[in-house]
């Protein structure tokens, strides 16, 4: 499948900073899911863009894909303890998924 | 919302032993679902993808005869790890998309929790 790159591998940041992650594609991609997984546990569906240059927020969580559809970001402001987690992207296109490579944040207290 | 349930949680085995996972969608109804390996601190690695009533799709590298899976029903696929070795060790995960997807129609993948196989 398709390949799909994420960076940075690993942040740590403290608590109370931002935090962002990248996903980048070298091909168009259809759309873009991002999915949480909380350390132990399983990936969780947080929010899919589909139009060129959509921002969703949700709480302190920003999503938007580039406007050719090749990237996408996720920005956290002001973190806290509870975002801890590998944050990954994923492109659904028809019954496939395809997941990038994941970042890894800690949040230092 | 949706659930995927899968288990067991953790099994621990012996190498040349044979161990089955099973994965349930416990509200709707899966023709397709698919298992996942995920290596610690890293990310999923899509192992295949699960057909109801049909032949698993094997990603390329994937022994088909090493990971035996089957879905026979639109509820239940299981992953068979068959003369398991300690390299077989890993989180295994299974996954599905509801029919229809979610209220605003995405189609979104639901996962179970995860098992954890350690091969001694």
């Known amino acids: 499948g398709q390949q799909v790159m994420q960076i940075p591998q690993y942040q740590h940041v403290q608590e109370g900073e931002d935090f962002t992650t990248y996903c980048n594609s070298s091909t168009t991609l259809s759309n873009i899911q991002w999915y949480k997984q909380r350390p132990g546990g399983h990936p969780v569906f947080l929010i899919q863009l589909v139009k060129s240059g959509e921002v969703k927020k949700q709480k302190r969580l920003t999503f938007q894909f580039g406007e050719a559809k090749k990237n996408s970001s996720l920005h956290i402001t002001a973190t806290q303890t509870t975002d801890v987690g590998t944050y990954f992207c994923a492109e659904n296109t028809g019954n496939q998924f395809y997941f990038g490579t994941g970042t890894s944040l800690t949040v230092i207290p | 919302g949706a659930v995927v349930s899968q288990h067991p949680s953790r099994v621990i085995c012996k190498s040349g032993t044979s161990v089955k996972i099973e994965c349930r969608s416990l509200?709707?109804?899966?023709?397709?679902m698919f298992w996942y390996r995920q290596f610690p601190k890293q990310s999923l690695m899509l192992m295949a993808t699960s057909n109801e009533g049909s032949k698993a799709t094997y990603e390329q590298g994937v022994e088909k005869d090493k990971f035996l899976i089957n879905h026979a029903s639109l509820t239940l696929s299981t992953l068979t790890v068959t003369s398991a070795h300690p390299e077989d060790s890993s989180f295994y995960i299974c996954?599905?998309?509801?029919?229809?997807?979610?209220?605003?129609?995405?189609?979104?993948?639901?996962f179970g929790a995860g098992s954890r196989l350690t091969v001694l």
């Open positions: 996954s599905a998309s509801p029919r229809g997807g979610t209220s605003s129609g995405a189609n979104v993948l639901t």
């Open positions: 509200d709707f109804q899966a023709t397709t």
